[in-house]
């Protein structure tokens, strides 16, 4: 089984930059996927990680360590449009291409 | 945006009659999966398929049932609806990839209430 934890609710200014975390217990780690979920709509797919390290995309970026079993999701230059819930979800060995999704993080972006 | 479509979008309904609710997609991906999604739960895997014909149980499928007879359908039955069962539903797809960077893409949910 697996144990994933994000923070609930997260509040940032438009402008600045915002790191959203995400730990994780898990038997064996086979990736860890970021979606940004705005309200009433679907969850779509921002990053993923399976080696240590940082991907960068645009505004975006993720990090894993997995001798840590932490990740993150970095947001910079945050825009209004950026409030939204942002989930953490992780790919177990041997589990297909099955997710186990964290509870997620709702960040509110004020002016 | 991935070819996915759910219906209905929504429903109301009583305790204790049978719903189904369809996932159809376009992209002829091989894995299907069906969530629900409540307050203070994420995304919770009710049911999965790896093909026609097969599929599995995850984490919180007491009383649901799917069935997949083709590639591009895949439909979640509650057999006798309760109220606990009142959600926000979401099928997704995906290909297995040798690179295992395949994502999940999500359809855009069904609201779900039982009364």
């Known amino acids: 089984g697996q144990n994933i934890d994000q923070p609930t609710e997260m509040t940032a200014t438009e402008g600045a930059i915002v790191q959203i975390n995400c730990t994780y217990q898990?038997?064996?780690?086979?990736?860890l996927f970021w979606y940004q979920q705005h309200a009433g709509e679907a969850p779509t797919f921002l990053s993923y990680?399976?080696?240590?390290g940082l991907e960068e995309k645009g505004r975006f970026s993720s990090f894993l360590s997995r001798s840590k079993g932490y990740s993150y999701l970095l947001l910079k230059e945050l825009q209004m449009k950026d409030s939204a819930s942002y989930l953490c979800?992780?790919?177990?060995?041997?589990?297909?291409?099955?997710?186990?999704f964290g509870g997620g993080t709702r960040l509110m972006v004020k002016p | 945006d991935a070819g996915i479509t759910q219906s209905p979008r929504h429903k109301v309904t009583e305790t204790g009659t049978p719903v189904t609710l369809r996932c159809h997609q376009t992209?002829?991906?091989?894995?299907m999966y069906w969530y629900r999604q409540d307050p203070g739960h994420g995304l919770r895997l009710i049911h999965y398929?790896?093909?026609?014909?097969?599929?599995d149980k995850g984490e919180v499928s007491d009383g649901y049932s799917v069935s997949r007879s083709k590639t591009e359908d895949f439909l979640l039955t509650l057999e006798s609806a309760t109220s606990s069962q009142t959600s926000v539903y979401f099928c997704a797809i995906s290909e297995p990839g040798q690179a295992g960077n395949q994502p999940q893409h999500f359809g855009d949910g069904t609201r779900l209430s039982i009364l």
């Open positions: 979800a992780v790919r177990e060995d041997n589990a297909g291409n099955m997710l186990t």
């Open positions: 990680n399976v080696l240590d």
């Open positions: 398929s790896y093909g026609v014909k097969d599929t």
């Open positions: 898990t038997s064996g780690f086979n990736g």
């Open positions: 992209e002829n991906h091989r894995y």
